[in-house]
């Protein structure tokens, strides 16, 4: 049970323009405890986009737009048509800044664009986001699909479409980092968005095996993922030593020169 209290620190100028945006006072915060304001308000910006937020979905990060930043550099120096699948949308950011993209760069064609999570809650306010967004023409252009991972995809045979963007930002922080984590996220946000088993890769490498035993990546394609700042290279070959083996892995930091993205290829 989460005990209500008001506000230890003053609100930050973000949070004050952020009420101020959606018509609430500074007091309506203030009595909320540490909830976050994107909560209370109902909205969150990510990359120049306003996408509709609800408890029981994570609040997407302002270092995640980063994520779509390598994508579109990838996308748009390699590829011609592009065959997307996220895993774990959530609120569909990600995805949606890319799709986004993709309106604005025709010459990109579109041939698969596939949103996953495993809460039917995200889900909805993917598509909810979604819809807000785009005309109701593009609404066959993308597909939301609810699934544990990759268990709903079948294996793809030999001369079948793979993906060549797979981009994920699934629970990385490992189970017994959880209590340290701010109160405004530990007790706000929902644990089956941060989570990720007792490395923090857990998931993540549940996935990269799905994806090499199913088949689902291209040979020219790129696995784009988020992961703990501990995630990186030698802790990756140390204790998931196949999917080292497996694929050719890019470290990538943040702006703040913090270890946060790998790009994997097939070897
Ligand atoms: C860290 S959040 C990221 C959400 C969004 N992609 C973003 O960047 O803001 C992780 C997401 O993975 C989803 N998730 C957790 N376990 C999953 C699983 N086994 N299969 C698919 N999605 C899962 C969660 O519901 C959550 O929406």
């Known amino acids: ?7 230890k620190s003053q609100l930050t100028v973000y ?7 959606y018509g609430f006072q500074e007091v309506d915060l203030i009595n909320q405890g540490e909830l976050p304001v994107e909560y209370l308000t109902g909205f969150v910006n990510f990359a120049n986009l306003t996408l509709k937020i609800k408890p029981n979905v994570l609040i997407p990060r302002v270092e995640t737009e ?17 065959r997307y699948l ?14 986004t993209y993709l309106l604005q760069h025709k010459k990109l064609s579109l041939k698969k664009f596939i949103l996953t999570d495993i809460s039917p809650t995200a889900l909805t306010l993917a598509k909810e986001n979604f819809s807000r967004l785009f005309k109701e023409e593009m609404s066959h252009k993308v597909k939301f699909l609810e699934s544990n991972l990759l268990a709903k995809f079948s294996n793809k045979r030999k001369n079948q479409q793979q993906f060549n963007v797979i981009v994920a930002n699934l629970p990385y922080i490992p ?32 996935m990269l095996i799905q994806i090499t035993a199913k088949n689902l990546l291209a040979k020219n394609g790129k696995i784009f993922l988020e ?30 020169a913090k270890q ?8």
């Open 1 to 7: 049970m989460i005990q209500i209290k008001k506000r």
């Open 15 to 21: 949070e004050k323009n952020q009420l101020l945006q």
């Open 66 to 82: 980063e994520l779509v930043s390598l994508i579109i550099d990838f996308a748009s120096d390699n590829l011609k048509t592009i």
């Open 86 to 99: 996220e895993v774990g949308t959530g609120s569909g950011a990600i995805s949606l800044a890319f799709f």
């Open 175 to 206: 189970s017994d980092q959880i209590s340290a984590l701010d109160c405004s996220v530990k007790n706000y946000e929902p644990c089956l968005a941060l989570d990720g088993g007792s490395t923090g890769f857990e998931l993540i490498n549940q």
């Open 227 to 256: 992961v703990y700042p501990t995630h990186n290279l030698l802790f990756i070959q140390t204790y998931f030593p196949k999917i080292a083996q497996e694929f050719l892995i890019k470290e990538v930091q943040d702006q703040f």
């Open 260 to 267: 946060r993205f790998l790009i994997l290829q097939r070897r």
